[in-house]
């Protein structure tokens, strides 16, 4: 029964795998492709692209300038 249980599991991480293009970019479904540019991560559609907003560069450029904008609201 544990080896039916780690063959399922090993099945399904091998089947849950994104094909992941040289560039970095990866397909979603469809036409939805996922596509990295300045480590930023960017959904495209039909010539038509939005950024995520989840990725690690942006989220530590928007704590330092929440941090910049603390410090100058302190010196007022």
Do not use: P
């Amino acid at each position: 029964m544990k080896k039916l249980i780690l063959l399922l599991a090993l099945a399904f991480v091998m089947c849950g795998c994104i094909e992941q293009n040289a560039d970095g970019s990866y397909k979603i479904g469809g036409e939805i492709k996922v596509v990295v540019i300045d480590s930023c991560e960017y959904i495209t559609m039909q010539y038509r692209s939005a950024h995520k907003g989840n990725c690690k560069f942006c989220a530590e450029r928007r704590r330092k300038e929440q941090e910049e904008l603390i410090h100058k609201i302190k010196e007022q």
